[in-house]
């Protein structure tokens, strides 16, 4: 098959059109061509099969959209990341994470007042029904706190039945708000079941990022005093993270929505989703794997190793499947892994200098620069989190947590499309063909 883009005459609706040619019968087949805001053009092949007989095959959705979304864009060429229009940069530099979740949640960037009564509204759902507490008892100590959040999450659904209804626009605005406001709670929770310290309330008092510094390092034993500096750190991250396009995560939190799925069990695959290492796991893995190398000494030897097509070792945080260009967000977080470090006294973290090398060495490196494989947001934010005191294990919690609101701004936005579709993909089929039952006794 052959195609072709032309601009169809004027006065037909669908301003541009693709032509497929199937080479062997000559017939041609056109298709409307539908242009966003930015960005390249896509080829709507709704029709593809009903006129063509063939379905498209793109297992890892390379070069497919899957849906239609004004909330973020990127151009990963040119390393641009922007919700709702604003660039990344801005919304670090000058906005807040609850700000950005409210850009996100209703389309722009909200009133004085319109602020004001979103923060109330999110610092007055941080608590838990009270019967959760009972709920995480029954996890081992050692679980991993993905594990427990990919079940507490979904148990959400179990407790909050007066926001189940997808179909009514205040019930999904409450358990959007109240999914932003508790994820904080649980996640602190998961972290302090794990090291056996009593579980901290919320605290109205503070902000989102100082509150949930508050329930992860604060004990009831004595008052505690939160770092600007590490809030400020925190509050960073979290807009880093609030949401990302159409990614593994995201997909799966819309193809769970598409099936009219509650909001609290979709957000828990999204969990389930991001927890992998090619994904959101990666910010722990990178921890993991400088702790391997252990010192500048042994950067050649893994360089080599990520090059070799038969080790699967890879080198995490690095490489992108959009970005082909610096992760704006790593270039944020570089920054600020150097005023957290700082800010502690740890000028000289070996760590952190470990990760500068290695960034130097794997961007000179052909390979790398070959495959446009550059540094990523999880390369650095490990780096951060680690000097904030989290254990290794609940990076991924916190990439969770942050992302929370661009899961739901995702799927609020699904389910107010006109005509909401359940997703289903189609395959190309690859095992036997039609086979008459052979019973057992005759089988060879
Ligand atoms: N180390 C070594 N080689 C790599 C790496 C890496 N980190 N990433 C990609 N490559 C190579 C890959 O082997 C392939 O080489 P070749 O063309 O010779 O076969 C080429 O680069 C293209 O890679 P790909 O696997 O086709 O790319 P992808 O878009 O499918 O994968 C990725 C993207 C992020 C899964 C991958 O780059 C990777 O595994 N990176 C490490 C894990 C990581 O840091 N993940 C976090 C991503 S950002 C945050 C998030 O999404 O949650």
């Not at 007066?162 to 109240?178: G, T, V």
């Not at 510094?213 to 960073?236: I, S």
């Not at 200098?353 to 540094?375: C, G, Q, S, T």
Request: one cysteine or more; proline letters at 6%.
């Amino acid at each position: 098959m052959t195609a072709d883009t032309k601009t169809a005459p004027a006065g037909d609706a669908a301003e541009k059109t693709f032509t497929f040619t199937n080479d062997q019968t000559g017939e041609s087949w056109q298709f409307p061509v539908v242009e966003g805001t930015v960005g390249p053009p896509t080829i709507d092949i709704r029709q593809l099969y009903q006129q063509t007989g063939h379905f498209t095959l793109d297992p890892a959705f390379t070069a497919t959209g899957s849906c239609k979304s004004r909330l973020t864009f990127i151009d990963g060429d040119e390393g641009i990341l922007m919700h709702r229009g604003y660039s990344i940069e801005d919304l670090t530099d000058k906005s807040s994470f609850l700000e950005v979740s409210y850009l996100l949640l209703y389309g722009d960037l909200p009133s004085k007042k319109q602020l004001d009564e979103f923060i109330r509204s999110i610092t007055y759902h941080t608590m838990v029904h009270e019967q959760i507490h009972y709920f995480f008892r029954g996890f081992r100590r050692d679980a991993h706190p993905m594990a427990i959040m990919c079940g507490v999450v979904g148990a959400l659904s179990a407790f909050y039945h007066d926001s189940l209804d997808i179909w009514d626009p205040q019930q999904r605005e409450i358990s959007a708000h109240r999914l932003l406001a508790k994820m904080p709670t649980l996640a602190a929770m998961a972290y302090k079941y794990s090291i056996g310290q009593p579980f901290m309330f919320p605290r109205n008092d503070l902000d989102y990022a100082e509150n949930f510094l508050y329930m992860c390092f604060g004990v009831p034993a004595e008052p505690f005093e939160v770092n600007p500096v590490h809030a400020r750190a925190m509050d960073k991250i979290f807009i880093l993270h609030a949401d990302h396009e159409q990614n593994a995560s995201t997909s799966t939190v819309r193809l769970a929505g598409s099936s009219q799925a509650n909001p609290f069990a979709c957000i828990a695959s999204g969990i389930a989703s991001l927890w992998g290492p090619a994904h959101g796991g990666a910010n722990q893995a990178v921890l993991e794997m400088l702790a391997e190398i252990g010192h500048k000494d042994n950067i050649p030897e893994f360089i080599e190793r990520a090059k070799d097509k038969d080790d699967p070792f890879r080198l995490m945080g690095f490489g992108h499947r959009v970005y082909k260009n610096y992760d704006p967000r790593a270039q944020v977080l570089r920054e600020s892994a150097h005023e957290v470090l700082h800010d502690l006294g740890i000028d000289n973290d070996p760590t952190l200098e470990l990760a500068m090398e290695l960034e130097k060495i794997a961007l000179e490196d052909p390979y790398f620069v070959d495959r446009k494989l550059f540094p990523n947001v999880d390369f650095y934010s490990g780096i951060i989190l680690k000097a904030l005191g989290f254990p290794d294990t609940m990076f991924t919690v916190l990439f969770a947590m942050a992302r929370t609101i661009g899961w739901i701004s995702q799927w609020k936005e699904m389910i107010e499309e006109p005509a909401l579709k359940i997703g289903r993909p189609r395959q190309l089929y690859t095992g036997p063909a039609a086979r008459p039952y052979v019973p057992i006794d005759e089988r060879k």
